[in-house]
């Protein structure tokens, strides 16, 4: 089993930053695929980034490009998303999301573990 807790949301102006954290437990996080997710009231989860299980290889949705950046540090079982030039349109819950698969996937259903999600909001 793996347990994933997020941290870093908040409250920050438009064109501002937030970086996200995602912490997990278990030995074999190294072996995982992980990816940020969000939501925002009435809407499905929308994928955000992803990256592989060694952080040579991310990928992001089209909306993120060139503002978010996925990363990784197995030593200290932990991804991070770093958010840049934030508009109002990035508010949302943010997830964090491993699947037991070194790949990665834009899919939900391609994640096993979710963790119990952060709040990003941004004012315009």
């Known amino acids: 089993q793996v347990q994933l807790v997020e941290s870093g949301g908040g409250l920050v102006q438009a064109g501002g930053s937030l970086r996200l954290s995602c912490a997990a437990s278990g030995r074999t996080f190294r072996n995982y695929a992980m990816g940020w997710f969000r939501r925002t009231p009435g809407k499905v989860r929308e994928f955000v980034a992803g990256?592989?299980?060694?952080?040579?290889?991310?990928y992001y949705a089209d909306s993120v490009k060139g503002r978010f950046t996925i990363s990784r540090d197995n030593a200290k079982n932990t991804v991070a998303l770093q958010m840049n030039s934030l508009k109002a349109e990035d508010t949302a819950v943010y997830y964090c999301?491993?699947?037991?698969?070194?790949?990665?996937?834009?899919?939900?259903?391609?994640?096993?573990?979710w963790g119990q999600g952060t709040q990003v909001t941004v004012s315009s």
């Open positions: 990256i592989n299980w060694s952080g040579g290889f991310t």
């Open positions: 999301a491993g699947r037991t698969t070194g790949g990665g996937s834009s899919r939900s259903d391609g994640y096993d573990y």
